[in-house]
Each structure stands twice: as C-alpha cells, then as structure tokens.
C-alpha cells in the first residue's frame, strides 16, 4: 500500500532509500540541509556517482512521486514513515558523532504525528535506539532499527537483491517497517532494537576482518615465496569460508568500515571491554597503506622530485567516494617524502590535496618514476600496460596495491613490479 515517506539525508544512504521507495510507488520527500545538493537533485542530476540512481531519479522526479526538501522547509506536521539515514561520522576518540541525529529525532519528536514509524537506517552504537526512543517518549512516534547494508558501487541492486533485511522493535513497528519491503525479496531478521544496532557493527568488523587477515597473510607468503593468488583461492575453496572479502592489498577504506571498527572499539573499550582482535584489525589496516610507499622507498630510494602517479582515488572502484581511501594517505606521505604526485581516477572526485589531477591513464603515468594502482577499476587493471611502460621513466617502478595486474606483462615490458604477496620467487 502506498505510504507518505520522508527520508532525513541525501546521501549515499537516503538517496537510495528515496529514490528505490519512490519507485515501489511510495510517496517520498527527501529532505536534506545542503541546498546545493537539493538543487541538483531537483533538476535531475545526481549529486553522486552511483550506478542506475540516476535512472530512478529522473522516474521518480517525473512521476511526480519524488520531491526534495530543505529539512527547514519541511511542513510543520510530519506523518506516515521517517526514515533517519543522516552521518554518523567518527569524532576524534573514534566513537560515531551523534549530533545529526540527535537533531533530527528531536524535531521529530517536536512535529511527527502520534503514529508516526521512525525507521533508523543511519549506523549507530549498539543501545542508542533505546536511549533516542525514550527521547521520543510521549510523542507516540514508533522506532524501528534497519541497518543498511548497501555496498556504494551497487547500491542500486543491492537494495532489492539485499542478503537479509533486519529489523529491530516491537512487533508491531516491525511488521509496519517490514510492509515498505514487500517487493524485495529477502530473508527477514525481526529483533530487538540493540541486537540489530549490532548486527551492522559485527558485520562490518567481520569483513574488516576477513580482509586484515588476508592481508597478514600475503606479508608472511612474501617472507617465504608463497604466492597469495594460490593462497587465498585455496582457502576461499572452504565453504565454511567462502571466497568473498579475501583479497589481498592496500586495505579497506570507505566511509563505513575504518569508522565502523574504530567505533565498536571505543565502544567495548567504553564499557570495560579490551577488544585487542578489532584493534589488531585496525592497526594492520594502517600498516597496509605504508606498504606501497616503503616499498617505493627500498627500490627507489629518496623520493624527493621523483615523479609517482597514483592510480584510482576511491576507496573502491565505481563510486566517486573519496572518505578514508588508501590513495588519500598514501598521496599525503608520497608528498611527505617530496614526491611529485599526478592523481588519476576513472569518474571525476571533489578530492583535492598535494597532487596534480591528471585527466587520463596516459597523462598521469607519462614520465612517471613510480606507479602505484589504489582502486581497481576496470579501466586501470585493463589498460594496455604493454604499451604505457614505454612512456614511463626508464625502470620505473609499478606497485600494485589491488593485485589486479598481471606481473609478466609489467616485468616483459620493462617495469619492476611489487605486488601484495606476490613474492617474484616461485613465480
Ligand atoms: N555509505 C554507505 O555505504 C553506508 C552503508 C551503510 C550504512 N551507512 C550509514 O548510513 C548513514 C549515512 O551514510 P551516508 O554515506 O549516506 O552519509 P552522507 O554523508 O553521504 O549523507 C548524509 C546526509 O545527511 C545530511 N544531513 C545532515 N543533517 C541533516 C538534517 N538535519 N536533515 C536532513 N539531512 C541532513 C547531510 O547533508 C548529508 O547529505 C551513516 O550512519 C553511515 O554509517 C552508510
């Protein structure tokens, strides 16, 4: 059935909210607090790359059942369904910045119709939930958790092919929040709200796992000559383990796992628990990004006036999201060491800092003494490396931070090749 919905933030999160429930045929208002991103959106542009969101703004913009909002401009009474998919960001101790939420429940305790469902999507500490809906108590707004789970890249997809739907309340605000998902077909995980709070915590600390793991793996097989390709194909065969999230390399980044784990730490260090595990995830994650500029250091020696290009500006490939992306702290320590830095990524970033931005593959490696690859796109690990060695500095250097290409056609073209684990012994 059809539901008056309004979405609190235009981001990566209520975007895809808005725009996936105004296509079911719901009634969305997406309201934010940056007017240019508004202004964009209203004209049916984007203000983020994101595959097929495009497409559903525009259906959505002219069937007339999507419409954005300055949150100030919002009317006075709110009814229906609120969806909460404001930031979250760290603070400085690593715990998760509650201040935009804090502000939206606040007004929506103010001007939200008795009834009113409030659906939290933003990511927040495990026990928050109880605390906000007692801040709601006596307005008569129900609160449901329904962490997200949306991969940036597939977001799209990823709403209605989700793996599971979880949802934390009462009975009777999960089964109203479960109504909006009638057309995604997903397993359904109905709880209490600070177990769901914890479920997109544990998850993320998981595969954050799963990946520093694989990572101190590919160091030791560099110590001993085993190839980490084998290694992690091999391991991944268990179906108790599965091959997904082992892939070697310069670690993750992103928006959601480094503030993610920080914040689970603080949170059990908060409450007198040592979660020595998560840290050891974290600080090999730290360790991976040095990788690529140590090993610059022992092959080329002082970086000083050496030309490197950095290849991807993503934490991932087919997003525009720069937030904790390896290429961002290894850009600021190859400056560090003095290098000339020239940044390529396949769609454009609002990324800025001390390097030049080239508009091509050729532009940025052109001259270049060092080649690091940050994000496996497409676009990077399939270009014509054969042909692009030869306009590099002689004995250039190409350090593969994702191990997305292939060492013999570096090696047979000229270059030294470092990949993550991939050891030149045995191979
Ligand atoms: N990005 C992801 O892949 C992802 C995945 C799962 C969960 N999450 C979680 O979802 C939440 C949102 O993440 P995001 O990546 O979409 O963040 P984002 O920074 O892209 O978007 C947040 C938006 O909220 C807006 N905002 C702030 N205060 C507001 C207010 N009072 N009214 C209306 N809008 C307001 C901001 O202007 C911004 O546009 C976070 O808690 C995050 O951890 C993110």
């Known amino acids: ?104 429940i606040d007004s929506v305790a103010m001007c939200a119709e008795p009834d009113t469902l409030l659906v939290m999507k933003s990511t927040v500490p495990p026990g928050t939930g109880v605390k906000l809906s007692s801040r709601l108590n006596g307005s008569g707004v129900e609160y449901v958790s329904n962490p997200e789970f949306l991969r940036e890249g597939s977001a799209v997809n990823d709403w209605y092919r989700t793996d599971r739907i979880v949802l934390g309340g009462s009975e ?48 030791i097989c560099d110590l001993v000559g085993a190839q980490i390709d084998f290694v992690a194909q091999g391991v991944g065969m268990d179906g108790r383990i599965g091959p997904a999230f082992l892939k070697p390399g310069i670690g993750y980044g992103g928006s959601c796992f480094p503030k993610d784990t920080r914040a689970l730490d603080f949170l059990a260090s908060f409450n007198g628990y040592d979660f020595h595990l998560l840290r050891g995830v974290i600080e090999v994650n730290a360790r991976q990004r040095m990788m690529p500029v140590r090993a610059l250091m022992e092959h080329i020696g002082d970086l000083d006036g050496k030309r ?52 091509s593959i050729d532009a940025a490696v052109e001259g270049a003494n060092a ?35 292939s060492p013999d056609t570096i090696r047979s073209s000229g270059a030294r090749y470092v990949g993550v684990g991939r050891p030149q012994i045995g191979a």
């Open 371 to 405: 080649v690091i690859v940050t994000t496996e796109w497409p676009e990077i690990c399939n270009a014509d490396w054969a042909a692009l060695v030869p306009g590099m500095a002689p004995d250039v250097l190409i350090y593969d931070g994702r191990n997305c290409l």
């Open 172 to 219: 009777k605000a999960v089964s109203r929040a479960a109504a909006l998902y009638a057309d995604v077909e997903a397993p359904m995980l109905a709880c209490d709200i600070t177990s769901a709070e914890m479920i997109k915590y544990a998850s993320n600390a998981f595969l954050a796992t799963k990946i520093s793991f694989i990572n101190e793996i590919a160091s």
């Open 308 to 359: 490197v290009a950095v290849l991807g500006l993503t934490f991932k490939p087919d997003t525009d999201d720069t937030r904790e992306a390896p290429a961002v702290d290894i850009i600021s320590m190859l400056a560090a060491e003095g290098a000339d830095v020239t940044g390529y990524n396949p769609v454009p970033t609002t990324l800025t800092g001390p390097f030049t931005v080239a508009d």
């Open 1 to 104: 059935m059809k539901k008056q919905i309004t979405v609190f933030g235009a981001g990566y999160v209520g975007l895809i909210a808005g725009v996936c429930l105004a296509h079911s045929g719901h009634d969305v208002t997406v309201c934010d607090i940056d007017r240019d991103k508004l202004a964009e959106l209203t004209a049916g542009y984007s203000p983020i790359f994101e595959p097929g969101l495009e497409a559903l703004l525009t259906e959505g913009l002219n069937k007339g059942n999507l419409r954005f909002f300055h949150t100030d401009d919002l009317p006075e009474v709110l009814s229906g369904i609120i969806f909460v998919a404001v930031g979250t960001p760290p603070t400085p101790s690593g715990s998760a910045d509650m201040t935009y939420v804090r502000t939206v």
